[in-house]
T-cell receptor, first 118, second 114 residues
Framework: AQKVTQAQTEISVVEKEDVTLDCVYE???????LFWYKQPPSGELVFLIRRNSFDEQNEISGRYSWNFQKSTSSFNFTITASQVVDSAVYFCALSFMYSGGGADGLTFGKGTHLIIQP | DGGITQSPKYLFRKEGQNVTLSCEQN?????MYWYRQDPGQGLRLIYY???????QKGDIAEGYSVSREKKESFPLTVTSAQKNPTAFYLC?????????????FGSGTRLTVV
């Protein structure tokens, strides 16, 4: 069975601070995908990043960066110089990758509510 | 623009009534999914379908039913057997055939049963 743990239920920081959201996953599969999504108050899920289990390269996209470490089964997300618009619930998710590259349904963590105070 | 349309955005029903949530996609994705979200909780998989006329139960399928008669449509029926139907429901589709693979989510339907 797959499991995703986001131990931080809520994080509150002051604008311009850096903040890291933790994600630890469990799976017996050797091939899988990892995702991060942002959910603003409107409820829609906004895709942020996808990683497959073959690729442990860290990624940076503007103020966002992701640290994928298979050795510790972690896929952490850092926001640098946070802004009020970053306030949202962030979800980490995992799915099994089929041999042809397709995927199964997503297993989500419970989410981290990030509050950026002005 | 391609995407997923969920309707209605808000839905109110009386206890004991069945209700059907609509999900339509024009992305030509093979797979479609239904998730349920409760306050302070992550999303949990209800049902999914990898191809037309086939679907599988997810983690919390009891009290729900689905159909997949067309590739574009994956309606979810919340039956009277579902004990706590009030929740936020998200539909998704996926394709992993091209470089931009991944999941696309609809904007959700908030169901309230009174």
């Amino acid at each position: 069975a797959q499991k995703v743990t986001q131990a931080q239920t809520e994080i509150s920081v002051v604008e311009k601070e850096d903040v890291t959201l933790d994600c630890v996953y469990e799976t017996r599969d050797t091939t899988y995908y990892l995702f991060w999504y942002k959910q603003p108050p409107s409820g829609e899920l906004v895709f942020l990043i996808r990683r497959n289990s073959f690729d442990e390269q860290n990624e940076i996209s503007g103020r966002y960066s992701w640290n994928f470490q298979k050795s510790t089964s972690s896929f952490n997300f850092t926001i640098t110089a946070s802004q009020v618009v970053d306030s949202a619930v962030y979800f980490c998710a995992l799915s099994f990758m089929y041999s042809g590259g397709g995927a199964d349904g997503l297993t989500f963590g419970k989410g981290t509510h990030l509050i950026i105070q002005p | 623009d391609g995407g997923i349309t969920q309707s209605p955005k808000y839905l109110f029903r009386k206890e004991g009534q069945n209700v059907t949530l609509s999900c339509e996609q024009n992305l030509n994705h093979d797979a479609m999914y239904w998730y349920r979200q409760d306050p302070g909780q992550g999303l949990r998989l209800i049902y999914y379908s990898q191809i037309v006329n086939d679907f599988q139960k997810g983690d919390i399928a009891e009290g729900y039913s689905v159909s997949r008669e067309k590739k574009e449509s994956f309606p979810l029926t919340v039956t009277s057997a579902q004990k706590n139907p009030t929740a936020f429901y998200l539909c998704a589709s996926s394709s992993f055939r091209s470089r931009g693979y991944g999941y696309t989510f609809g904007s959700g339907t908030r169901l309230t049963v009174v």
